[in-house]
């Protein structure tokens, strides 16, 4: 697929461990000539831990992408109105945005740019990291996959033995999932192996 020229919303929550994986899919996009606009949370905005700072998580996102960051709904909100994205990528998606998302939600930017996206009947693509995919998030994941222009980067068990309820996308198929929902489609097998400890 082309994508100079494309549009890409790019927006991460709060599953700190996964994004080390995520920095270089945002790359792709860029290496791919799109124009990627970094969307972040409250979490991501302000919230340092053992994976690394907010400060240089942010840092990383201006340097890959060229654009500053949208950080605030204030900020976000013009996303509806402008029709500015061709589509817009969560990812990590967390169990917590799920939520937030599948009840009509609307507190930080990347609600509201999720928001204005499926406003403009564009497509969201979601790239999931919960703990509780397999418990009461299930609910949740189950309401946004019979959502209209919502897709899923193909997911699955991250670690069955030692937290069987969690699920994580496969980050290396962002691109390709966002591929396949510009063209009204959701990437297959959406549910695929995904084990760090695999069942003997």
């Known amino acids: 697929m082309n994508w100079e020229g494309k549009k890409v919303g790019f927006a991460l ?19 791919a000539k799109a ?12 919230t340092d831990t053992r994976f690394g700072t907010a400060e240089s998580w942010q840092r990383q996102l201006k340097e890959i992408t060229g654009n500053d960051i949208i950080s605030t709904i204030i900020e976000a909100e013009p996303l509806g109105p402008s029709r500015l994205l061709d589509v817009l990528v969560i990812a990590p998606c967390t169990g917590n945005t799920t939520s937030k998302l599948a009840n009509a939600m609307t507190e930080n930017a990347v609600l509201m740019a999720a928001k204005a996206q499926m406003r403009n009947q564009r ?21 946004l996959m019979v959502t ?28 390709e999932t966002c591929e396949a929902a510009l063209a009204g489609k959701q990437l ?13």
């Open 148 to 175: 209209k222009n919502i897709y899923f980067v193909p997911f699955g068990q991250d670690a069955p033995k030692t937290k069987p309820n969690s699920l994580v996308a496969r980050m290396e198929l962002i691109m």
């Open 13 to 31: 929550t709060g599953s700190h461990c996964t994004l080390e994986e995520i920095m270089p899919q945002i790359k792709r996009f860029v290496e």
């Open 188 to 200: 297959q097998p959406m549910l695929i192996e995904k084990f760090n400890d695999r069942v003997q």
């Open 35 to 46: 124009d990627v606009l970094p969307i972040i949370s409250d979490s991501l905005k302000a």
């Open 123 to 143: 497509p969201l693509v979601l790239a999931i990291s919960t703990n509780d995919g397999l418990g009461l998030n299930l609910f949740n994941i189950a309401k």
